[in-house]
């Protein structure tokens, strides 16, 4: 039985439409000048205390709420882990400070089983180079942990637009997946600039089969195009492989 269902309830016009919208970007302007003043933890905390909502619903709902709500508060994290990344570029964290707003405004909003996709892949890319960023030196547990937690959340969103019966089995199998990646590169963790090649792989995987199962519950998937997806996929990641630096170097 469904508790719960993903629903965003906001003003549509008027005084309280213009006071949501204020609010809505206050935030990552707050973000931007707690990490201009190096008060990282604190953008991180402010982040989490901004879904305080998820907690007005009975404790038994809690789990759910989290699991709803868990997307947009991983946007928020990743975002304040790029500035925070980014030290004294300011050119950078205001980069991010709008990507952030546009993510709040116009992506987060959106409806469907596209956007409701696009918001899942967006935010697991940024999510898992913010991971392997901050937690490359950390222990292999952490990080398998971190990237398993990553991937499964965004993947039970991306289902969640779906009828889909499977959809908790889908997430543990991708989040064991990608754990699995994780783990056996982690002994060799290379880096293409600032994204990880696990990272790089994960999401050129996921692009492939969300486009694959998105076009085949709309109706639009044919053997050739499964083809090319899978290809292509195949493709990247051998190309990935065969001209890695092996010895560890960052390229």
Excluded at 19 to 31: A, F, N, R, S, Y
Excluded at 37 to 60: D, N, T
Excluded at 97 to 106: D, E, G, P, Q
Excluded at 155 to 182: G, K, N, Q, V
Aim: hydrophobic residues 60%; glycine residues 4%.
């Amino acid at each position: 039985m469904k508790l719960l269902k993903r629903q965003t309830i906001k003003p549509t016009g008027g005084y309280s439409a213009f006071v949501h919208l204020l609010l809505v970007g206050i935030l990552p302007l707050l973000l931007f000048a707690l990490v201009r003043l190096e008060f990282v933890g604190f953008a991180f905390l402010v982040v989490l205390l901004s879904k305080w909502r998820m907690f007005a619903l009975r404790p038994r709902h809690w789990a759910a709420s989290i699991r709803i709500n868990a997307v947009d508060i991983l946007a928020g994290l990743s975002v304040v882990a790029f500035m925070s990344l980014a030290a004294n570029i300011q050119s950078v964290q205001v980069f991010w400070t709008i990507a952030y707003m546009l993510w709040l405004l116009y992506l987060k909003p959106r409806t469907g089983h596209l956007w409701v996709g696009v918001q899942a892949l967006v935010v697991q890319t940024a999510s898992l180079v913010a991971l392997f960023l901050l937690e490359s030196e950390a222990s292999d547990v952490l990080l398998v942990l971190s990237v398993t937690t990553v991937t499964y959340l965004c993947a039970r969103h991306f289902l969640a637009s779906y009828d889909e019966s499977m959809s908790r089995a889908t997430a543990y199998s991708w989040a064991f997946f990608a754990a699995s990646l994780t783990w056996l590169t982690s002994r060799w963790l290379l880096f293409y600039g600032p994204v990880a090649q696990p990272a790089l792989i994960l999401t050129v995987v996921a692009y492939s089969l969300a486009a694959i199962y998105y076009m085949q519950h709309t109706g639009k998937l044919k053997k050739s195009v499964t083809s090319q997806f899978v290809g292509l996929a195949v493709t990247i990641i051998l190309f990935i492989l065969i001209f890695s630096d092996w010895n560890g170097e960052i390229i």
